[in-house]
């Protein structure tokens, strides 16, 4: 089981890290993203780890301004979000895979999902 939390209302040009911790298994064992999701819109791709490679992807849109991490202690996962921007406004989610899919960037993909969190950029 995974939750999310971090999000609120921030300036653009602020930053926010967002958290993902799991419960009920190891997260260090998956391979971990965040998708995000605006009103009326799909799911985005905005990170994730692949765990068995050791490599992480980035969308264009984030690329530079975003970074995932994580920290098997507290069996959690992070994305630190700087300069962010209105159009970055969305529900931030993290999700978990075991195995790798080369289509990643598909949400459907990615069997277990957080709650979710808001993150509101204002201008």
């Known amino acids: 089981q995974l939750q999310a939390s971090g999000g609120g209302l921030v300036q653009a040009g602020d930053s926010l890290r967002l958290s993902c911790a799991a419960s009920?298994?190891?997260?260090?064992?998956?391979?971990v993203a965040w998708f995000r999701q605006a009103p009326g819109k799909e799911h985005e791709l905005v990170a994730a780890?692949?765990?068995?490679?050791?490599?992480?992807y980035y969308s264009d849109s984030m690329k530079g301004r975003v970074t995932i991490t994580s920290d098997n202690a507290k069996n959690s996962e992070y994305l630190q979000m700087n300069s962010l921007k209105p159009e970055d406004t969305a529900v931030y989610f993290c999700?978990?895979?075991?195995?790798?899919?080369?289509?990643?960037?598909?949400?459907?993909?990615?069997?277990?999902w957080g709650q979710g969190t808001q993150v509101t950029v204002s201008s």
């Open positions: 780890r692949r765990r068995d490679a050791r490599r992480t």
């Open positions: 999700a978990a895979r075991a195995v790798w899919n080369v289509q990643y960037y598909y949400a459907r993909h990615w069997p277990i």
């Open positions: 009920g298994g190891s997260l260090s064992a998956y391979n």
